[in-house]
């Protein structure tokens, strides 16, 4: 089975900066979109970024500038990294990518068990 291991979450001040890791592991043929996803108090969970296998990535509108997600396929990881984190960013933020768990396989969606990221002062 596949697993999808989450790092880096913590208490950071406004204006500062995090990097978010997230590892597959198990057995699978490939890694399709891979994407974070974050869940504030009180709010639904929303898309943060995605990036393609080819390194394409989009962002929802209110982190466009601020944070960078890439990934690293030999290793089977993808990063978030987060600048000028304001508080409204506090959330927990979700690992997600699209598994291929062997050739010629259906897609199927594996989620990450969440990592706090708390922006305050």
């Known amino acids: 089975q596949v697993q999808l291991v989450e790092s880096g979450g913590g208490l950071v001040q406004p204006g500062g900066s995090l990097r978010l890791s997230c590892a597959a592991s198990?057995?699978?043929?490939?890694?399709?979109?891979m994407g974070w996803y974050r869940q504030a108090p009180g709010k639904e969970r929303e898309l943060v970024a995605t990036?393609?296998?080819?390194?394409?990535?989009n962002y929802v509108d209110s982190v466009e500038g601020r944070f960078t997600i890439s990934r690293d396929n030999a290793k089977n990881t993808v990063y978030l990294q987060m600048n000028s984190l304001k508080p409204e960013d506090t959330a927990v933020y979700y690992c997600?990518?699209?598994?291929?768990?062997?050739?010629?396989?259906?897609?199927?969606?594996?989620w990450g068990q969440g990592t706090q990221v708390t922006v305050s002062s």
């Open positions: 198990g057995r699978f043929s490939s890694i399709n979109a």
């Open positions: 990036i393609t296998s080819g390194g394409e990535s």
């Open positions: 997600n990518a699209k598994i291929v768990r062997w050739r010629f396989a259906a897609e199927s969606s594996v």
